[in-house]
């Protein structure tokens, strides 16, 4: 379950609990349910999230009040109140399952990005504000104050493929058995739905999802990618269970087929957990160093380190870009203590215990630590502990969304608030999607792109020359800059500047853009495509 936010904070992220519930706004990252642990119970108006990740919550949870919720998308602002004055929250592409977002508080509390659970990549990275992304051998022009990171992988040492190529090292193990009558894909949690998609295109089969096995992984898949969905048993494709006691259980069938003498299926696992847990032999050890192909292991399984978690070289790189001047783990077990760039910049550096800082994380033992003095680093409990106290008193007064109009809403949901449609099946990521949620970010574009290349391993050197050369891309090419739009909850808008790279929006289908107006929302312009820009740069060299 995800840390408690400051006690000097209006608002919680991914936290559900007596003490959260008196912040005076609540957002929700994603939907997996361990960030939305004990929102049954506690879930207070207002939740910020994205209308994806809400119409999965409320699948998941029906006895919450959609009217509890208030919309944020990818690309979006909203200005809301807090108990020091105002504060933007913008939300950002986590690259981590559908609906996910990464948020970036900005006000009077200092500069806050929270990660929720996110892959990091330069495309995410470069997503956000230039203000607070650093070049090499040079730091930000504004440093964030605190970066709350998602750590699950922190200590995992290898080099992670990226998603796209992970899903075509799956499909290359699947080309490799043309005899498997079964495919058995163990790929039943919100973030695999991506893998489905490309076998089903791939291979021009459907995926047989059981139904009486896999109900929750069943109706979030016909809300995403519906098309892609069979229910004949008889179907090549089939998913399978990750728990419980997958081996056993892949043992038992290999051996069956083997004394039928049929074919033995073929039973792939898309996940990183098999390589970062302890290996039992030095053979099994061996094998999880190849991360570059799939990988079978004694029970017969196929694994693929396919990840939608950074790696501890992705965080370290992502940390000396955004060169933040704090990093609390979002993880239980704290270990953001344990990342270079955590004891390198933090805990000896004397800017990293300004008074805001002590003032918001109650930390005052090291504050007057020296450069060339021992430093007295403070335990994970400690930190958590101090950090997981709540506001002291509950606030009373109703909340302020827009500067300008200051009109005031209550606290209390909304009773008879219209109701926002879906319009038909909503969806993310296929390309003949009538309905999406999110605006396509240059992730997207870049992310599709990569698949067709042969890098199949994460280099730390070439990740920060591709960095570079996407950040001069973003500079150089002649892209209109046009205003991001701050939406309160009542529709009233107001505008504050910020560089956002835009083309036409009428590649978008009529329903999305008609659900939008319904909510009286402008409708958003996608991004360029990166292949687009790197064309045009290109061009303006030719005829330099």
């Not at 879930?43 to 208030?70: H, N």
């Not at 898309?270 to 970062?276: I, L, N, T």
């Not at 890098?455 to 500079?475: N, Y």
């Not at 504050?496 to 312009?525: C, H, Q, W």
Request: aromatic share 8%; with cysteine; net charge negative.
């Amino acid at each position: 379950m995800p840390i408690e936010m400051p006690k000097g904070l209006p608002f919680s992220v991914d936290t559900w609990t007596p003490s959260s519930k008196m912040k005076m706004h609540h957002f929700l990252t994603h939907a997996h349910k361990d960030h939305a642990q004990g929102i049954a119970a506690h879930a207070s108006y207002p939740i910020y999230s994205t209308l994806l990740t809400k119409t999965l919550l409320l699948q998941y949870y029906p006895q919450l009040d959609e009217s509890m919720f208030v919309g944020i998308e990818i690309g979006q602002s909203l200005v809301l109140e807090g108990s020091d004055g105002d504060f933007v929250v913008s939300a950002f592409d986590a690259n981590h399952c559908p609906g996910a977002v990464m948020f970036l508080f900005e006000g009077n509390f200092g500069n806050i990005l929270h990660t929720g659970d996110s892959r990091l990549t330069p495309e995410c990275l470069l997503s956000l504000p230039d203000k607070y992304i650093g070049k090499k051998d040079k730091e930000p022009r504004c440093p964030l104050d605190y970066v709350f990171l998602d750590c699950t992988f922190g200590q995992f040492p290898l080099k992670m493929p990226s998603r796209h190529t992970a899903i075509r090292q799956i499909i290359n193990c699947i080309w490799k058995h043309p005899d498997a009558r079964t495919v058995y894909l163990t790929c039943d949690l919100l973030g695999h739905d991506e893998i489905l998609l490309e076998v089903s295109r791939t291979f021009g089969e459907k995926i047989y999802v059981d139904k009486s096995k896999h109900s929750e992984c069943l109706k979030s898949l016909e809300l995403i990618v519906p098309e892609i969905i069979s229910q004949d048993p008889s179907s090549r494709f089939q998913l399978f269970d990750g728990f419980p006691k997958l081996y056993e259980r892949a043992e038992t069938m290999l051996a069956e087929a083997r004394a039928n003498f049929r074919p033995e299926p073929l039973i792939i696992r898309p996940s990183s957990q098999w390589y970062a847990c302890d290996s039992v032999s030095d053979i099994e050890k061996q094998r999880k160093g190849r991360v570059d192909q799939a990988v079978r292991d004694l029970c017969g399984v196929w694994h693929v380190c396919y990840s939608i978690h950074s790696s501890k070289d992705e965080l370290e790189w992502a940390l000396h870009l955004l060169a933040p001047k704090w990093v609390i783990s979002t993880t239980p077990n704290c270990r953001a203590i344990e990342l270079d760039y955590v004891k390198k910049h933090c805990f000896n550096n004397r800017r990293a215990f300004s008074d805001s800082l002590q003032k918001l994380l109650d930390i005052s033992a090291v504050a007057s630590v020296g450069p060339d003095e021992p430093v007295n680093i403070l335990s994970c409990s400690n930190v958590v502990e101090n950090i997981a106290v709540s506001c002291v008193e509950t606030q009373s007064e109703p909340i302020v969304i827009s500067r300008h109009q200051r009109k005031r809403l209550s606290l209390s949901p909304p009773s008879k608030r219209p109701m926002v449609t879906l319009f038909g099946r909503a969806r993310l990521g296929p390309h003949n999607s009538s309905f999406q949620h999110e605006q396509p970010t240059s992730c997207d574009y870049a992310e599709r792109a990569s698949i067709e290349t042969e890098d199949v391993s994460f280099q730390k050197e070439a990740t920060e020359v591709e960095f570079e050369e996407l950040l001069e891309i973003k500079r150089e090419a002649d892209i209109e800059v046009t205003k991001c739009t701050c939406i309160d909850i009542n529709s009233e808008t107001q505008t504050f500047d910020a560089i956002s790279p835009i083309i036409s929006s009428n590649s978008y289908g009529e329903n999305l853009r008609k659900s939008y107006r319904s909510m009286n929302v402008p409708v958003p312009r996608r991004l360029p495509s990166l292949v687009r820009l790197v064309d045009a740069k290109n061009s303006a060299r030719k005829r330099i």
